[in-house]
């Protein structure tokens, strides 16, 4: 059989532990034997990063933006533990909080569903797709404990040296502040990926904040999401017969509990870190989610929602054949091959994108699962097997 030939690269980002095992196996037995495949290789190994002053982290961000489209392996973020573990030079930052600054994306997360593993909540029949500003707010706060009485203010300096000030309390005693920020450009470029995104999944879009409270704040959020849907989206969006619903992020809550899914529900960060959890795991778990940046600029880095699975790593490294869930490492791969195809006009790479992940869902919807599943399926699993007989069986179906 001839290979699928590919028309231009896609950046492939290798990282850490279990799923950097993984990837090498998926490569071996669900890619190579079908696809010419040809990647621009950047390993993102943490010992890797660190001997380079995190320049190979900045070099595969700059290959993701001028090919368009990455895949990443999971990545150890080091804290002390790793640094003394691997005997790094310093405590190195996220790989992927590097990657989301230098591409300036907004992260989707979208449920991967089989007919056994059934949604907690029993109105989803269809996915909840989670979007996450991820930028500001409480993640780049400034916070002072005070010690007594006093008065707390919000200064602001323009450059002319101008100053705004309002009084936030006369404190009585002691207490805490906290300070947070985000830009107009930031939350334009949120919008305008969620829409942009919505139209390439054909789901209506919701978007909540709390902005009859936080009336500036927020309520900045809101006039510009509903700014850039009047004027750049509206009509494409009737065209596809789509919707964008605003509400107060109370009763989206309350109404996603009820609704049958299908939608994107659009996130402030804070909500998006918090909710997409919920809606994960209500839907089966991590393992079983895809996960994209998506850049303004028309970039797309796929990747696994979940970390490096570290505990069944040095349980691999004991000997042992984990059985470790490698389906959304496999769509992570699928995403970004479908992605290329669509960019280069190569139906074939897509035709094979898509009996890649069927056969991967097939393989499961026959009760052939990783122990992840085990509990969440239903009827229960005919075999639970180990990450490589999980491969194997994709790779015979396929
Ligand atoms: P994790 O790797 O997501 O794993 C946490 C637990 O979730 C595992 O111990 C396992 O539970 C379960 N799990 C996750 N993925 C699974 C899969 N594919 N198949 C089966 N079970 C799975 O999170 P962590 O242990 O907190 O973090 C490990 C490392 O990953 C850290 O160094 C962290 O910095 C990094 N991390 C990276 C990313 C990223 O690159 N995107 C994201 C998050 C974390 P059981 O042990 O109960 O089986
Ligand atoms: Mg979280």
Redesign the pocket.
């Known amino acids: 059989m001839a290979k699928i030939q590919m028309k231009n690269a896609i950046a492939e980002l290798d ?5 950097r095992v ?1 990837w090498a196996v998926i490569k071996d037995k669900l890619l190579s034997p079908f696809v010419d495949l040809k990647t621009e290789y950047y390993d993102l190994g943490l010992k890797q990063r660190d001997d380079s002053d995190d320049k190979i982290t900045y070099e595969a961000a700059a290959a993701i933006k001028r090919l368009g489209v990455g895949v ?8 002390a533990a ?1 640094v003394k573990e691997y005997n790094l030079k310093q405590l190195t930052p ?3 909080g590097i990657i989301r600054s230098e591409l300036d994306g907004t992260v989707f997360r979208k449920p991967i569903i089989v007919n056994n593993v059934k949604p907690a909540v029993a109105s989803w029949k269809k996915p909840i797709i989670m979007g996450r500003h991820a930028y500001g707010d409480v993640y780049k706060n400034c916070e002072i404990e005070v010690k007594g009485a006093g008065k707390a203010e919000l200064v602001f300096t323009y450059a002319d040296g101008t100053e705004e000030r309002k009084t936030i309390m006369e404190m009585k005693g002691p207490g805490i502040l906290q300070g947070i920020h985000n830009t107009e450009k930031s939350i334009e470029s949120f919008a305008r990926c969620s829409f942009r995104y919505a139209l390439d999944e054909k789901v209506s879009v919701w978007f909540a904040t709390k902005d009859t409270i936080s009336k500036t704040y927020d309520g900045k959020f809101k006039e510009i999401f509903q700014r850039i849907y009047d004027e750049e989206f509206k009509s494409e969006f009737e065209k596809a017969g789509l919707e964008y619903f605003y509400t107060l992020i109370d009763d989206a809550v309350a109404r996603v509990m009820k609704c049958e899914g299908n939608i994107l529900w659009c996130c402030k960060n804070y909500d998006g870190d918090v909710m997409s959890d919920m809606v994960a795991s209500a839907f089966g ?3 079983m989610m895809t ?1 994209v940046l998506v850049s303004p600029n028309g970039a797309f880095e796929y ?10 790593y040095y349980r691999y490294m004991n000997g042992e054949k ?8 496999i769509f992570a791969w699928t995403g970004a091959l479908a992605k290329r195809a669509e960019l280069d006009g190569t139906p074939e790479l897509l035709d094979f994108a898509k009996k890649l992940e069927k056969a991967t869902l097939d393989t499961i919807e026959d009760g052939i699962m ?3 599943l085990k509990a969440l399926a239903n009827p229960a699993p005919k075999k639970v097997v180990n ?1 490589w007989e999980f491969i194997d069986e994709i790779a015979s179906r396929l």
Not at 72 to 79: D, E, F, H, L, R
Not at 303 to 312: P, S
Not at 322 to 329: I, K
């Open positions: 990282g850490d532990e279990m799923t993984l990443k392996c999971a990545t150890i973020t080091s804290n790793r996220s790989p992927n778990s991590l393992s996960s990747e696994a929602a979940h970390g490096t699975v570290q505990k069944h984990t059985s470790t869930n490698p389906v959304a490492l990783t122990g992840d990450s």
